[in-house]
């Protein structure tokens, strides 16, 4: 009998020993190492939602880099077409240049005033509008030619906005103008540019009235 109550108060003790153990277990080892294994899963979602969005983002820029190119293309003819300034001179040269290569007898250029477009609209970066400069062109030479020169005008690298063109012309032939008509035309057109800079005549450089002399015609004759 004594030995069975010993045995039985000696699985009573281990058996309480065990629960201790495994309590102690429970509560210092496996809830801490629980919540220390659920804080690390839930970062690695946050490091794996950050590194797909890192790699999205890069994807985008990688899109952006292959794009590169042609908006610098586009923005160098951007440029061209609609200058920094006026440039009146290389505008004047480029004209020049296509009348010689059309094969025209004349040209006469007058540029007028750069002025502001109106009226300004501001943008939703803050720019104003384009201002506009006046251009009129009087040029003679034979019929295709002149249509050449008309041509290679509108496919001149500045922009140019051809308003009117008024034609005549005389020939040996009689109705619509032909080859081997002489034509004269007369062009009001404008090209455009980002800025006038001060002191460019039609722009005061301070608040004092200025008054500015008009615009000289450039007359040009083609060799031959």
Same mark, same amino acid.
């Given at each position: ?16 020993? =065990? ?34 969005? $890192?790699?999205?983002?890069?994807? @985008? &820029?990688?899109?952006?880099? #292959?794009?590169?190119p042609t908006a610098k293309a586009e923005l160098a003819r951007l /440029? ?11 505008f004047i040269l480029m004209v020049n240049q296509i009348s010689n ?30 201002? $506009?400069?006046?251009? =009129?062109?009087?040029?003679? %030479? ?10 290679? &005008?509108?496919?001149?690298?500045? &922009?140019?906005? +051809?308003? !009117? ?6 020939? +040996?032939?009689? %109705?619509?103008?032909?080859?081997? !008509? ?10 455009? @540019? ?5 002191? /460019? ?8 009235? /200025? +008054?500015? $002399?008009? $615009?000289?015609?450039? @007359?040009? @004759?083609? #060799?031959?």
């Amino acid at each position: 009998m004594k030995s069975m109550m010993r045995r039985r108060m000696i699985f009573a003790v281990a058996l309480l020993v =065990g629960v201790v153990f495994v309590g102690a277990f429970i509560f210092l080892i496996w809830l801490p190492k629980g919540k220390e294994i659920s804080s690390a899963n839930l970062q690695l979602a946050s490091l794996q939602s950050e590194q797909a969005s $890192a790699r999205a983002e890069v994807a @985008t &820029l990688e899109a952006f880099k #292959a794009q590169l190119p042609t908006a610098k293309a586009e923005l160098a003819r951007l /440029t061209t077409a609609i200058p920094q300034y006026p440039q009146l001179a290389d505008f004047i040269l480029m004209v020049n240049q296509i009348s010689n290569e059309s094969g025209i007898s004349f040209i006469a250029i007058s540029p007028a005033q750069p002025a502001p477009q109106a009226p300004q609209v501001p943008s939703a970066a803050g720019s104003s509008l384009p201002a $506009a400069v006046s251009v =009129g062109i009087q040029i003679k %030479g034979g019929y295709f030619q002149v249509l050449d020169f008309l041509n290679r &005008l509108d496919n001149l690298p500045r &922009l140019v906005v +051809t308003s !009117s063109v008024s034609l005549s012309g005389s020939g +040996t032939q009689t %109705g619509p103008l032909v080859n081997g !008509s002489q034509v004269s035309a007369s062009l009001q057109a404008r090209i455009y @540019t980002q800025n006038i800079p001060a002191g /460019t005549p039609g722009v005061p450089i301070s608040s004092t009235t /200025t +008054t500015t $002399a008009p $615009a000289r015609a450039t @007359t040009t @004759t083609a #060799a031959g």
